[in-house]
């Protein structure tokens, strides 16, 4: 459960680095790394998404189990 929660961390911190990347390239000037850039935040959201789901899981499993308590 603690690894999950890490790695759901990492994953946020590289969706915000991406997101920055993005915010700071021009669609315009650099269509084909912007669209590169846009395909990063994608991947990145979508994989924080299955992440969340299976943190989610994961803790209502470990609470039912050790009657409530969470390791974080």
Do not use: F
């Not at 959201?45 to 974080?72: C, F, M, R, S, W």
């Amino acid at each position: 459960l603690i690894q999950v929660k890490n790695e759901q961390h990492n994953i946020y911190q590289e969706l915000n680095q991406a997101r920055e990347l993005l915010s700071n390239c021009s669609a315009i000037d650099k269509p084909v790394e912007w669209s590169a850039l846009l395909n990063n935040v994608i991947k990145l959201a979508v994989k924080l998404a299955d992440i969340e789901k299976e943190l989610k899981q994961l803790g209502h499993e470990h609470a039912i189990n050790n009657h409530g308590t969470l390791p974080y």
